[in-house]
């Protein structure tokens, strides 16, 4: 090859490498979140930041964690009457991913509902809080009319610091959700710490470091896990932890190049349906 042409070649791989980089680094940015201050640092390209559950030393805190320490449950920017909920359309920088189901209705549900997960593995049920968390059961219950979580898969699994399966991705990459977004509520109450401890059973929101950024996705917690008192918890399993334990134990893959740790046991959503009990 001619030193000439084999210049532009150089460039043209360069150019591919700074490209393959941004999009990685975009992908991290818009990934769903939860972010746990435990005593296990992890780094994995180029960060705890990258991870998508960042884990620091106790003490130690990254910027992401930081910003979604503050940020997360800002107040919503679109106007509503008193008693409704916020969905607001989400930033153009976190749009990507997004699959665009309309919005629910601002009045949400009351109640007490039933969610029934009928998994690849078999059927998780959960009771859900739609008084204390009446935003999050109300998107619930829209996006399972709308078949958005079927045929989905749970895309990460934490098994260090804390004990999370997460799942409510349609994408299956930890970037995507529906095209709103919406504010925390029913956060349990944090300690002297600035964490609250998340029980074995609980239902809770994954969200970004963007404010009003709760969406589809979910973390099942199979053993009682330190969190910032930054995530809505909405319902509580009463059937299936069995088959969470079983995932669970048999453990994660290693990080990819996002940061992401998928079950080694794949579990996927068939079906999603919530019902008023």
Do not use: W
Not at 133 to 148: D, E, P, R
Not at 197 to 203: I, Q, W
Not at 235 to 260: C, F, L, R
């Amino acid at each position: 090859m001619a030193g000439k042409d084999r210049k532009k070649e150089l460039a043209r791989q360069r150019y591919e490498r700074q490209m393959q980089r941004r999009a990685i680094r975009q992908a991290r940015a818009r990934r769903m979140k939860i972010i746990g201050t435990v005593a296990v640092v992890v780094v994995v390209a180029g960060g705890s930041g990258a991870l998508a559950f960042a884990m620091n030393g106790p003490g130690k805190k990254d910027s992401v964690s930081a910003a979604a320490s503050t940020t997360a449950s800002a107040a919503p920017s679109v106007s509503v009457k008193p008693g409704e909920c916020a969905y607001q359309p989400l930033p153009a920088q976190a749009s990507q991913g997004a699959k665009d189901v309309g919005k629910p209705p601002a009045k949400p549900v009351k109640g007490i509902y039933q969610m029934t997960i009928d998994t690849s593995l078999g059927k998780i049920v959960a009771s859900l809080d739609g008084t204390t968390a009446a935003c999050t059961v109300n998107s619930f219950n829209y996006l399972a009319g709308k078949k958005f979580f079927d045929n989905t898969k749970c895309h990460r699994l934490v098994t260090s610091g804390i004990k999370v399966l997460q799942c409510g991705d349609p994408t299956g990459t930890g970037t995507g959700g529906p095209s709103y977004g919406f504010g925390n509520e029913n956060v349990p109450k944090a300690g002297a710490s600035g964490q609250a401890t998340y029980k074995r059973g609980y239902v809770a929101m994954a969200h970004s470091s963007m404010p009003n950024s709760n969406g589809s996705q979910f973390f099942i917690v199979y053993g009682d896990s330190p969190l910032p008192a930054d995530y809505t918890v909405f319902g509580e399993i009463t059937q299936g932890m069995d088959i969470v334990d079983s995932v669970a134990k048999a453990g994660a893959e290693p990080a990819d190049q996002t940061g992401n740790t998928a079950p080694k046991k794949k579990i996927g959503i068939k079906d999603l349906t919530v019902t008023k009990m």
